[in-house]
């Protein structure tokens, strides 16, 4: 995060004070503004001192976001008090903007889901180069959350000891989704959005991989379906095709993001960042794989009741109880072992 401080009193004796407390207070703020890059991220304060008011002293911040602009001002008695009050309120607007950012972000996936249905026509085009082109033209919009959840998996599922360590990746089971998708795609489920269909591959393939963990090998593609490209020029079937397409991704970790509203108790602000989210995956592998994929598909990739219940062929009854369980669960471990995570980071 780039800061930009700025006094406006006369009397400078308290200002190096007051910017080492404002200091302290920035983990809470970086922590919700951790998913964009420090380098997009500006924070400008200014305090002022206005003796003719009774309320001489106000603080405002300008909060410079690749998503858009914040801004929050209070006046106090106090400059403490004043920056207390103004940075609390620039938390507010933060996470109702996050809020929206992620409102947003579902729309356009739906938005996308409508525009697909003019390509997949072209996918049954005479040309195989036609073909793959339309195939990679309908997924393309999609793959970046389907690797972020593979992602999320992987972690959960090595801390579970169902996977090795660091031996499967994300773009691994991307490559291999896109491959199976390729080769199924004529006999995909109509009903079902294509977003959807892409998650619903991706847990296949991590279902096969935790019961054959000795003999199932990542990218088991025959060669010969490797041998023409999607595109003309690129092989959409290598890591580094997909890497150079894959932005965006969405930062999870963060208790706030996962179980708003949480009170947690005082030893689990002093973890570290990485501490946090080692604890957040920890507590999620604690969960029954089900409700544990339930909570992420809704809380974390925004999808709605109905598709998740779709997808996993359910009542959406069900999946709601499964959302409402893995909160409390996830309160509960959390809170109750942010002493023993303080006492492990000390040692």
């Given amino acids: 995060m780039i800061l930009q401080w700025a006094w406006k009193a006369k009397d400078k004796t308290d200002e190096g004070a007051l910017k080492r407390y404002l200091e302290d207070k920035l983990p809470r703020l970086n922590r919700l503004v951790s998913r964009y890059a420090e380098d997009q991220v500006e924070l400008a304060v200014t305090v002022y001192h206005l003796p003719h008011r009774t309320q001489p002293w106000e603080t405002r911040f300008t909060l410079r976001l690749p998503t858009g602009t914040l801004a929050s001002e209070e006046a106090a008695e106090t400059a403490r008090a004043s920056l207390d009050v103004a940075f609390d309120e620039l938390i507010r607007e933060l996470k109702k903007h996050r809020e929206k950012v992620r409102k947003d ?35 393309e919009p999609f793959l970046a959350p389907v690797r972020e959840h593979a992602r999320q998996e992987i972690d959960i599922l090595e801390i579970e000891g169902q996977l090795p360590q660091r031996e499967v990746t994300a ?24 977003d959807l269909w892409l998650i619903d591959l991706l847990h296949q393939r991590l279902e096969e991989l935790v019961e054959n963990r000795e003999s199932v090998l990542m990218g088991q593609i025959d060669a010969g379906d490797r041998d023409e490209p ?28 996962i179980v708003p509203d949480t009170h947690m108790p005082e030893a689990w602000e002093s973890l570290s960042d990485t501490a946090r989210r080692d604890r957040v995956r920890q507590a999620l592998a604690q969960l029954e794989a089900r409700v544990r994929r339930t909570f992420l598909l809704h809380v974390v990739q925004g999808y709605e009741v109905e598709e998740i219940a779709m997808l996993q062929n359910r009542e959406p009854g069900d999946v709601r109880s499964d959302i409402r369980k893995a909160v409390h669960q996830l309160r509960q471990l959390l809170a109750s072992d942010a002493p023993d995570a303080v006492r492990a980071e000390e040692a």
């Fill in 230 to 257: 999607l595109t003309p020029d690129e092989d959409v079937l290598e890591e580094d095709f997909w890497l150079e397409r894959i932005f965006g991704s969405q930062d999870v970790e963060t208790l706030d993001e």
């Fill in 105 to 139: 972000y579902v729309y356009r996936r739906k938005r996308r889901r409508e525009e697909v249905a003019e390509v997949i026509p072209l996918v049954q085009a005479p040309s195989e180069s036609e073909r793959k082109q339309a195939f990679f033209k309908l997924i």
């Fill in 171 to 194: 773009d691994d089971l991307l490559d291999d989704v896109v491959a199976r998708a390729w080769e199924v795609f004529p006999n995909r489920p109509s009903s079902m959005p294509i």
